[in-house]
């Protein structure tokens, strides 16, 4: 009798500790209307959920679209897309599903969960040629599908420490990434606490600052972290050489930033990008990390500037 009551008590603490992440996960809150109250921009129902975007600069200026990464909303692309704004653009931006306060649908984050969103969005505006795209990291890999899938829609490609070319992955994110099931719980049991550890305490600026605060508060969104997973699964196991070399073949032009200590997205990428599109015109700035556009917004407008110029 004491035997099996061992076997159930074992049973039942596997059970427990089995399904606890999940359980915290779907005790977070979702976005909703407390959430949104107040904030800049629209909300906007689209086909798969509600995206929150927001238009700054020019207002008849030509149309750019800013696409931002993958733990981050849109809100690190301000400098991007107030620089834009500054040059003459009328600048969209939008939070991607599971990140800021667009919804979080379920599904695998792949290109054309990307694409869709990002292609429903064009059409409520109807934004049909002659569009400048810009994406930052995950952003970039979206930017770069997107362009290859709608090039006569497109004018040029701004990629800042893009996806897509080369990516420096964590042991952790590996497995979890490439195992099933085991992969998503030991997501869902420990890549709250080592994100909440990656995330710098004090921001150098007030701006700074602010993204990190965002950051937190994300974490302990429902639909986050599964989103995270999700878009390493999807579209950031994705290579992009085709598509690069397919923008070349288009005549699509194609501006480049990278950062010269970025530990995410290596160096070596600018010589990838020169060998598949070598009309690509790039740039580095030496002192930024992956976080550049919030971190180094006037180098990185600086950097567009010229490269724009050119």
Not at 20 to 27: C, D, M, N, Q, Y
Not at 93 to 119: E, N, T
Request: glycine share 10%.
């Amino acid at each position: 009798m004491l035997v099996w009551f061992l076997v159930f008590l074992l049973g039942a603490v596997g059970l427990y500790a089995a399904v606890w992440p999940f359980v915290i996960e779907r005790r977070r809150p979702a976005i909703g209307p407390t959430e949104r109250h107040g904030a800049k921009g629209e909300f906007i129902q689209l086909s798969q959920g509600v995206t929150h975007c927001r238009w700054v600069g020019s207002a008849r200026g030509p149309v750019a679209v800013v696409v931002h990464g993958v733990t981050t909303p849109m809100i690190s692309m301000e400098a991007v897309a107030e620089g834009l704004g500054q040059l003459g653009y009328r600048v969209l931006m939008y939070d991607l599903y599971g990140r800021g306060l667009s919804d979080a649908p379920a599904g695998r984050q792949d290109r054309v969960f990307f694409m869709r969103q990002l292609s429903d969005l064009c059409a409520y505006y109807r934004l049909t040629e002659e569009i400048t795209i810009a994406g930052y990291s995950m952003g970039g890999g979206i930017a770069t599908a997107f362009a290859t899938a709608f090039p006569h829609s497109v004018k040029q490609v701004i990629l800042v420490a893009s996806s897509g070319v080369r990516t420096t992955e964590s042991r952790f994110s590996r497995f979890c990434r490439r195992v099933p099931w085991l992969g998503d719980w030991v997501h869902a049991q420990f890549a709250h606490a080592l994100l909440l550890k990656s995330i710098p305490e004090r921001g150098e600026t007030p701006e700074i600052e602010r993204i990190l605060r965002v950051q937190r508060e994300e974490l302990n969104r429902r639909g986050y972290l599964p989103a995270l997973l999700s878009s390493r699964r999807g579209i950031l196991a994705e290579d992009q050489e085709d598509d690069h070399r397919k923008l070349w073949r288009q005549g699509i032009p194609v501006a480049a930033i990278w950062a010269g200590q970025d530990r995410i997205i290596p160096l070596r990428a600018v010589g990838l990008i020169g060998l598949w599109n070598r009309d690509a015109r790039q740039d580095v700035i030496e002192d930024a990390d992956h976080g550049l556009p919030y971190t180094h917004g006037p180098q990185v407008v600086e950097a567009l500037r010229n490269l724009l110029r050119q």
